[in-house]
């Protein structure tokens, strides 16, 4: 593969820091141990139910959904590149890490109170959504940024494929875990496995969707015990009210820097607009289908299964793909993709595919018996294998773009880009739903992103051209 080859490691590799192998493994458990929660609340199981079934109402529901992940995203953009900064001053990683995945494990927990009707309001609901989304992003910007410390340069691309395939395994995990043990049919009250749920779970109060909350918050906890233990965190370098101020004045001389460092600053603006739409499809995606065709948790759970099959497999040919093609070249394909799956899904609805072309609706009773379910999971199939190369390279095109030195600090300014408007697409999404009562329409403004981030990243030169 590449250079890289099969005649043992290069010289540049043995001389690569790190922890060697235990090193990476406990690297690339953190995405095992974050991705049930994305796969759990944020896509196919907690993020439907709230939609369709939590406040009574899907436009209403999506909506407030929409408003609750910006809110999540702006939080997230103010906080990254601040808190990446005073880490690469102090230089410790860890402790910022332990401190986010207390918050995520907080708010993962306080969304089993999401009772339908919400008879304890909805911002309670929405407040632990946004800590634990906080508490997760937060983490991953400073995991991200040990990237370069446990991987030898050549490989960098092969192990962040790894870590995202590794995550999807994660979420596929606990995704089959949740549809086998706990969530039931609220009609049949038996999960997919035809076993009652466990726990004394109650079918007909949601409590199955409800309790994805807490499982994805003790799995975190659980798996994420690696990084901690085999990943070297940095040496001490600063007290923290020293490393708070030399971390805020190296973030605006970091910032003055970037307009000059034009390759950095066209790439973080292009990955700010594409990773919106890309998030927005992701979590919108589960409950457009819950409320389109009527699913329940287990189909959309189902749904799901099949999903993260095709995104784990994408991400594993993608690191390979991205060592041998170059991040940006596939990133820039991947986009095209992504933008005519989703186009693809925007034109099935209940009756009717491609728009306008006729179909007998689904058999409530029987599970992806239409051939518009069936044309709207082939395309969420395609939208799975791109999503993890795109993200998997979107993380790799930044290592080989930054100055090592300053790592962390960019792996805050990505997260910022990641996040600066992360809350327009779900905010867009919100608000055009609300204002034409479309689930379609609001879901539609997805694509803008997708062409205008794709149209920024051909500005980019490719880093291993340069």
Known sequence: MGDSGSDGPTAEEQDAPGGGSRAIVGWVMFDWAAQPYFTLITTFVFAPYFVAHAVGDPVQGQKLWGYAVAGAGAAVAVLSPVLGAIADAGGRRKPW??????????????????????????????????????????????????????????????????????????????????????????????????????????PAAFEGDRFSGPFSAIWY???????????????????????????MKSLRATLVRLA??????????????????????????????????????????????ILIIAATIGAGFGGRLDDRLGSRRLILTSLVILAAAAIAILSVGRDHVGFVVSVTPADAGRLFNSMSELAYLAAGCVIGIVAGPIQSASRTLLV????????TEYFGLYALVGKATAFLGPLMIGAVTAATGSLRLGMSVILLFLVVGYALLRTVPDARAE
């Open 400 to 407: 080989r773009l930054a100055p090592k030195e300053e790592i």
């Open 260 to 305: 000059a460092r034009g390759p950095i600053a066209r790439y973080l603006v292009a990955r700010m607009i594409y990773t919106d739409g890309l998030s927005a499809l992701f979590a919108f995606g589960g409950a457009y289908a819950a409320a389109t065709f009527d699913w329940q948790a287990q189909q959309v759970g189902l749904f799901g299964v």
């Open 221 to 247: 906890l659980v798996f994420v015990v690696p990084l901690f233990a085999f990943v070297p965190d940095r040496p001490h370098q600063a007290r923290l009210s020293a490393a708070v101020v030399a971390g």
């Open 97 to 202: 890490i332990a401190a986010s995945s207390l918050l995520f494990a907080a708010g993962g927990i306080g969304l089993w109170w999401a009772v339908p009707g919400l008879p304890y309001g909805v911002l309670p609901v929405l407040a632990a959504f946004i800590a634990a989304t906080v508490g997760a992003e937060v983490a991953a910007v400073f995991t991200n940024a040990m990237l370069p410390d446990v991987a030898p340069p050549s490989r960098i691309g092969r192990i962040s494929g790894l870590g995202w395939a590794v995550g999807y395994m994660g979420g596929l995990t606990s995704l089959a875990v949740m549809l086998i043990l706990f969530l039931a049919d609220p009609i049949a009250g038996r999960t997919v496995a035809g076993l009652a749920p466990l726990l004394d779970l109650d």
